[in-house]
C-alpha cells in the first residue's frame, strides 16, 4: 500500500511539473514597420507560426507609379542587427535557385504580397517519394535582437534601397 501511495504520489508531482513547464513567446516592436516614398510603399511584418514563434515575414509592396517596378531578390538582404546576414528565400526558390532568386515585378499601381524567411534559418527537407507535394525548405525561429530587410526595387535604371526593421524579443511566461 504505501508503495502504490507512492507511485500515485510520484505521477501527481510529474503531472504538476509538466503543466508547468514555461512557454517562450516570440514577440515584434513594432509589431510591423512601413516605409511610403513617391516610388512604392511597403510593409515589413514578423509571422508567427503555430509554436509561437517567428520564423518568417510578410512584405507587402504598392507600386506608386505609373510604370512598373522590380523587387531585386539578389540584392535585397536579410539584416540581423543592422548587418547583412544572407538572402531571403519564399516560395518557388529550392536549393538550385537559392543563391540567385528570381526578380518579382510589379505593374503599375499595384500591390504584391510575399512570404519570405532568412536563407540561413532554413532547414532542407529530401525530396522524399510520397512528399513531392511538400515545400522543400522548413523556416526556423529568427533571433532575439532586430530583424530587418534592406529592400532593392528599380525601375527605368534606378535603384531604390529602403531598410525595414523590428525588434524581436522572446518572452518566457
Excluded at 500500500?1 to 510520484?10: N, P, Q, R, Y
Excluded at 536579410?78 to 515585378?105: C, K, M, Q, W
Excluded at 540561413?120 to 526556423?140: E, I, M, N, Y
Amino acid at each position: 500500500m504505501k508503495k502504490l501511495l507512492l507511485l500515485g504520489f510520484t505521477l501527481l508531482l510529474l503531472v504538476a511539473f509538466s503543466s508547468c513547464a514555461p512557454t517562450r513567446i516570440w514577440t515584434s516592436t513594432p509589431a510591423f514597420e512601413t516605409v511610403q516614398n513617391p516610388q512604392f510603399s511597403a510593409q515589413f511584418m514578423p509571422l508567427r507560426n503555430d509554436k509561437n514563434f517567428i520564423n518568417q515575414f510578410r512584405l507587402v509592396i504598392t507600386n506608386r507609379t505609373g510604370s512598373e517596378i522590380e523587387i531585386d531578390w539578389q540584392s535585397t538582404r536579410y539584416l540581423l542587427n543592422g548587418r547583412p546576414h544572407g538572402h531571403f528565400i519564399f516560395e518557388g526558390v529550392d536549393a538550385d535557385t537559392v543563391n540567385n532568386p528570381p526578380s518579382d515585378f510589379i505593374p503599375a499601381d499595384d500591390t504584391f504580397l510575399k512570404i519570405i524567411a532568412p536563407v540561413r534559418l532554413v532547414a532542407w527537407q529530401a525530396f522524399t517519394p510520397g512528399f513531392r507535394d511538400k515545400p522543400s525548405f522548413s523556416a526556423g525561429p529568427v533571433p532575439e535582437g532586430e530583424n530587418g530587410i534592406d529592400l532593392v526595387i528599380k525601375q527605368n535604371d534606378k535603384v531604390y534601397r529602403t531598410r525595414m526593421a523590428v525588434v524581436i524579443k522572446v518572452v518566457v511566461k
